[in-house]
């Protein structure tokens, strides 16, 4: 794919993303995301198949842009629990400065709740991010800094803690994500450390 190629694909994503925040899917037509791009709608077949694909691309997207954000950070970490400390605030800060983003994978989320048919990249999304916060309870588990509770159990916890004060604030953006970040970090500090700091 040539430069020219991706960075019109970029633009066809990143208007996606701002009609989604603003109007959801079933709003979400490719006329405008066109608009939106201001380009043809011929451009947008050009380069995806259809909707299907590029809420696909989005959210690999968004994905390969929050690791980018907040990988440096986890690296940096010295411990098991400073790589889960930072992808927590990570995340939540991540998300308070590209609202939209957050808003257009959520309103793609939910258009699948109940309809036992969600794309997988959603649900591989959902299990990359459980397998890599129970790998790090884990190892914490095995050097002896964390104490002992289901690590399975433990991940779905603090994927769902994330997830909720995401949806509290994609409902409320007057949440104080900076404030939420400080206490998950402190709550879920104190139920895995061995000794229970936060």
Do not use: C
């Not at 998300?95 to 983003?101: L, P, S, T």
Request: cysteine-free; glycine content about 8%.
């Amino acid at each position: 794919m040539s430069f020219i190629e991706e960075q019109r694909r970029r633009q066809i994503i990143d208007a996606t993303i701002s009609v989604l925040a603003r109007h959801g899917v079933a709003q979400t037509s490719l006329s405008r995301i066109a608009a939106e791009a201001g380009i043809s709608k011929s451009v947008i077949s050009y380069h995806f198949d259809g909707k299907a694909e590029i809420f696909r691309q989005l959210f690999a997207t968004i994905g390969a842009r929050i690791e980018a954000a907040i990988l440096p950070e986890i690296e940096r970490a010295e411990d098991s629990w400073g790589r889960i400390a930072a992808y927590i605030g990570g995340q939540l800060a991540y998300m308070e400065a590209h609202r939209e983003e957050l808003l257009a994978i959520a309103h793609i989320a939910l258009s699948h709740v109940g309809t036992g048919a969600a794309p997988d990249y959603i649900a591989r999304v959902e299990i990359e991010e459980h397998e890599l916060l129970r790998d790090w309870l884990k190892e914490g588990q095995a050097d002896g800094s964390f104490t002992t509770f289901d690590a399975d159990a433990m991940a779905t916890t603090i994927a769902g803690a994330i997830e909720g004060t995401l949806s509290r604030w994609a409902n409320d953006p007057r949440t104080d994500l900076d404030l939420f970040a400080a206490e998950l970090i402190a709550l879920f500090g104190r139920a895995v450390r061995a000794g229970g700091h936060g």
